[in-house]
């Protein structure tokens, strides 16, 4: 893989969901709605961690954390997204999307490494509630914190390094809605076997790894719940609904990101929205809007 000549590439062209212009304003109110509301939701729960005293706890840190990183995460995907919905021309400049797939990579990384934190978390909490404040303490929440951003950002500086180096042969069409870094390998016309190796190494490191943790995290908290009798029902519900919201983001990324072939067509698209859109939506609703004491400090804001 040699070091391309990239002054021939100065911009890709985005397709979208290659819908008629009609069908693309519809497209563009929904994904509007949704891109609000996922900020207004995740802003919410953050300024509430941040002005109540009482929030400032291990869980409600992790989550705020959780927050940050979805607002970020979608803002780098979706405002492009929804400009194109309007403008004849999908075009976005080479530096512009090397710097999206970066961002998107770092950030994505990151909350696939935090998520597992966040199921030990509440391992602690459940298994060993009378040891949790003395093994979950602030310090031990921010270390937790600085390592998912430490792995998240060191695995996808090593995935842009040969991503950069990847030589387009005059195909700069993108078939998705941002530069994802599978979108990018596809226009490759050189061989990128090794960046396909990284990249099932890291994929399994980041999603398989975490995943296995959070399901074995979650098992032991469920059996736990189930040996109490008060208020089992809605501690086994909400256990339930963090799993499933956690299937979603961890389930569609292994499949785009694991799959030996990448596609190119709806199937590609459909998944990168659960990831980038969906989950980052619901999880201020499941993780903490449910929560009464959440609820009481957005009351109080």
Sequence with gaps: MGRGNYSQVMEFTLLGFSTPPMVEVVLFQVFLILYMSTVAGNLLLILAVGCSHHL??????????LSFLDICFTTITIPKMLSNFLMEKK????????????????LGETECVLLAFMAYDRYVAISNPLRYSTIMRTTTCVRMIGCSWLIGGLIS??????????????????????????????????????????????????????????????????????????????????????LIVVMFFYGSAIIMYMKPEHSGHMLDKLLSVFYTIVTPMLNPIIYSLRNKDVRGAITDL
């Design 56 to 65: 400032h706890t291990s869980m409600y840190i992790l989550l705020a954390n």
């Design 91 to 106: 075009s976005i400049s080479f530096a512009s999307c090397l710097i999206q797939v970066y961002a998107f990579l770092v």
């Design 157 to 242: 500086s090593v995935d842009m390094y040969y991503l950069y180096r990847l030589r387009y042969c005059g195909v700069t069409t993108i078939d998705h809605f941002f530069c994802e870094a599978p979108s990018l390998m596809r226009l490759s016309c050189c061989d990128h076997s090794i960046l396909d190796v990284i990249k099932l190494i890291g994929s399994t490191i980041l999603l398989l790894v975490p995943l296995l943790c959070i399901l074995y995290s979650y098992t032991h908290i469920i059996l736990a719940v189930l040996k109490v009798n008060s208020r089992r029902y809605k501690a086994f519900s909400t256990c339930l609904s963090h």
